[in-house]
């Protein structure tokens, strides 16, 4: 670098720069895709061997036992919360957790009086945590 | 005995600081007073700002607090904490705790995310020509460049070890533009892309397992430690970190990291990076360039990383929104905040902060990887 002028230099630093960083997040770019699909591939897999495996206890059961009442497809609600309401916090749980997680009931949080409720608390942390 | 007393109060008075300051002293206590009014009352990253700015008023009223030690007496107070940032120690710790409170699902989720994180680190390489042709040294442009990088621990980490001497400017100049994150970023993402591209809505990213989760760190940390060893400390402790989060066995090591560990780093970071700001190198020119360096550094980042944004808006076929490319730059979360709130101007039912958090979190690995190809180039 001692021998090299100015100009030399700043034009060394620039692409050596810009393409090692690409090159570098390119690279795992390609590692994130392999391993993530290699992941899903392993998980589906098992599901799919646990899915298997649930069908033929079901179906061995089903000879056995009268059929199961169908299984209501909204959560119990208590009647102050609102359809629409109910809907946004099944659609986010289902955003954050998938499929797996069935929700029974939604119900109002005990409401604390004389304190900030958990929301206001939450965006106070959130704003004066440290980074 | 009159005579005594006389002569203990002018000796008294004379080692006063009133006696040793000069006007540029009193100058930066002047300028430290703005800081803190900035950090308390316009909250401009105050867990940052407050200690450096306290730091400069305590070196500025009395300098002995970062003297060197002689063989007649100890060093002062800050000469002892600022071992931490002149070996490297602090930044590498902020990391870790960064690293316990970020989650990079969104990342994995879409891994194209780490180009826009990419992208957004131009800023540092043209603000390092820039500097070189202000006739800063190459080291001096390097540390003024990586202020690009929107990363407060990467521009300390950097300039700690190419050039110390101008860690105060740095210092202050990189938590003041991170601060001002939201008044920088929107007028360039609004000059560059149309009310189309800002409407495009993007799809909802896939759920990432919890496996992925965790070898996430372990794989970026092998990689990048290969590739670049001079990156190993800040992305070695970034990714240990997530890992501690990720791995949900250590809540105890996560919780510390993010909580007691970060505030005491914090402090001990902010008033010795503080008390660097003597008047003799923040009161120059130098110093003017520094902070217009700085602030063309983050504009060019931004750019860079709309710009690319655009890019891949075009080569998916409308499927990107060009304002996630902005939060490229590592400003976490304000910088996603940001995409997210100049897309809900155009489009209120348009939600891009989780869309936006995968190039805000590749921000972090991309402008510590361009902070460890100029360690090994020019350290």
Same mark, same amino acid.
């Given at each position: 670098?001692?021998?090299?002028?100015?100009?030399?230099?700043?034009?060394?630093?620039?692409?050596?720069?810009?393409?090692?960083?690409?090159?570098?997040?390119?690279?795992?770019?390609?590692?994130?895709?392999?391993?993530?699909?290699?992941?899903?591939?392993?998980?589906?897999?098992?599901?799919?061997?646990?899915?298997?495996?649930?069908?033929?206890?079901?179906?061995?059961?089903?000879?056995?036992?009268?059929?199961?009442?169908?299984?209501?497809?909204?959560?119990?609600?208590?009647?102050?919360?609102?359809?629409?309401?109910?809907?946004?916090?099944?659609?986010?749980?289902?955003?954050?957790?998938?499929?797996?997680?069935?929700?029974?009931?939604?119900?109002?949080?005990?409401?604390?009086?004389?304190?900030?409720?958990?929301?206001?608390?939450?965006?106070?942390?959130?704003?004066?945590?440290?980074? | 005995?009159?005579?005594?007393?006389?002569?203990?109060?002018?000796?008294?008075?004379?080692?006063?600081?009133?006696?040793?300051?000069?006007?540029? +002293?009193?100058?930066?206590?002047?300028?430290?007073?703005?800081?803190?009014?900035?950090?308390?009352?316009?909250?401009?990253?105050?867990?940052?700002?407050?200690?450096? $700015?306290?730091?400069?008023?305590?070196? +500025?009223?009395?300098?002995?607090?970062?003297?060197?030690?002689?063989?007649?007496?100890?060093?002062?107070?800050?000469?002892?904490?600022?071992?931490?940032?002149?070996?490297?120690?602090?930044?590498?710790?902020?990391?870790?705790?960064?690293?316990?409170?970020?989650?990079?699902?969104?990342?994995? $989720?879409?891994?194209?995310?780490?180009?826009?994180?990419?992208?957004?680190?131009?800023?540092?390489?043209?603000?390092?020509?820039?500097?070189?042709?202000?006739?800063?040294?190459?080291?001096?442009?390097?540390?003024?460049?990586?202020?690009?990088?929107?990363? !407060?621990?990467?521009?300390?980490?950097?300039?700690?070890?190419?050039?110390?001497?101008?860690?105060?400017?740095?210092?202050?100049?990189?938590?003041?533009?991170?601060?001002?994150?939201?008044?920088?970023?929107?007028?360039?993402?609004? $000059?560059?892309?149309?009310?189309?591209?800002?409407?495009?809505?993007?799809?909802?990213?896939?759920?990432?397992? @919890?496996?992925?989760?965790?070898?996430?760190?372990?794989?970026?940390?092998?990689?990048?430690?290969?590739?670049?060893?001079?990156?190993?400390?800040?992305?070695?402790?970034?990714?240990?970190?997530?890992?501690?989060?990720?791995?949900?066995?250590?809540?105890?090591?996560? +919780?510390?990291?993010?909580?007691?560990?970060?505030?005491?780093?914090?402090?001990?970071?902010?008033?010795?990076?503080?008390?660097?700001?003597?008047?003799?190198?923040?009161?120059?020119?130098?110093?003017?360039?520094?902070?217009?360096?700085?602030?063309?550094?983050?504009?060019? !980042?931004?750019?860079?990383?709309?710009?690319?944004?655009?890019?891949?808006?075009?080569?998916?076929?409308?499927?990107?929104?060009?304002?996630? !490319?902005?939060? !490229?730059?590592?400003?976490?979360?304000?910088?996603?905040?940001?995409?997210? @709130?100049?897309?809900? $101007?155009? +489009?209120?039912?348009?939600?891009?902060?989780?869309?936006?958090?995968?190039?805000?979190?590749?921000?972090?690995?991309?402008?510590?990887?361009?902070?460890?190809?100029?360690?090994?180039?020019?350290?």
């Amino acid at each position: 670098m001692g021998e090299m002028s100015t100009g030399q230099i700043a034009i060394v630093i620039l692409t050596t720069g810009l393409v090692i960083v690409f090159a570098v997040l390119v690279l795992l770019i390609l590692i994130i895709k392999l391993y993530s699909t290699a992941v899903h591939t392993a998980q589906k897999k098992r599901r799919g061997t646990d899915d298997i495996e649930t069908t033929v206890a079901s179906v061995s059961q089903r000879h056995s036992l009268p059929s199961p009442e169908p299984v209501s497809a909204a959560p119990a609600a208590a009647n102050d919360i609102s359809p629409e309401i109910v809907t946004a916090i099944c659609a986010a749980v289902y955003a954050l957790y998938g499929e797996e997680t069935p929700i029974l009931s939604v119900r109002r949080a005990a409401t604390r009086t004389g304190s900030r409720s958990a929301w206001r608390q939450a965006g106070a942390y959130s704003n004066t945590r440290p980074f | 005995m009159f005579q005594e007393f006389l002569t203990a109060i002018t000796d008294i008075l004379k080692s006063s600081g009133f006696a040793t300051s000069d006007w540029q +002293n009193y100058v930066m206590i002047g300028i430290s007073c703005v800081l803190l009014y900035l950090a308390i009352k316009k909250q401009f990253e105050p867990l940052l700002l407050l200690p450096i $700015a306290f730091g400069m008023l305590l070196v +500025n009223v009395f300098p002995g607090i970062m003297a060197e030690p002689t063989a007649q007496a100890n060093g002062g107070l800050f000469y002892y904490l600022y071992r931490g940032v002149k070996l490297g120690i602090y930044p590498p710790l902020i990391f870790l705790g960064v690293g316990a409170m970020t989650d990079f699902g969104p990342l994995i $989720a879409r891994p194209s995310s780490l180009l826009l994180g990419a992208a957004a680190q131009l800023g540092i390489f043209i603000t390092f020509i820039g500097a070189l042709a202000l006739g800063f040294d190459p080291k001096a442009a390097a540390s003024i460049g990586i202020i690009g990088g929107a990363d !407060g621990p990467t521009a300390i980490y950097v300039t700690s070890k190419l050039k110390p001497e101008l860690l105060g400017p740095i210092a202050v100049a990189a938590y003041s533009y991170m601060a001002l994150v939201p008044v920088i970023q929107p007028p360039i993402m609004r $000059a560059m892309t149309t009310k189309k591209e800002r409407c495009i809505v993007m799809e909802q990213l896939r759920p990432v397992s @919890k496996l992925e989760k965790i070898m996430f760190p372990i794989i970026i940390t092998v990689l990048i430690s290969l590739l670049l060893p001079d990156a190993t400390p800040l992305v070695g402790m970034l990714m240990l970190g997530n890992l501690m989060r990720e791995s949900g066995v250590v809540s105890r090591l996560s +919780n510390t990291a993010q909580n007691e560990l970060m505030n005491i780093i914090t402090i001990f970071l902010g008033v010795t990076v503080g008390a660097t700001a003597t008047g003799k190198v923040f009161l120059s020119s130098q110093t003017i360039k520094i902070i217009v360096m700085g602030l063309i550094a983050f504009c060019i !980042g931004t750019a860079g990383g709309v710009l690319f944004g655009k890019l891949m808006c075009k080569a998916t076929h409308g499927k990107v929104n060009p304002l996630i !490319g902005s939060a !490229g730059v590592s400003a976490v979360p304000m910088a996603a905040r940001v995409s997210q @709130k100049v897309g809900q $101007a155009d +489009n209120p039912s348009n939600f891009l902060l989780m869309h936006a958090m995968g190039p805000n979190v590749a921000g972090v690995i991309g402008s510590a990887v361009a902070a460890g190809v100029l360690l090994s180039i020019l350290g």
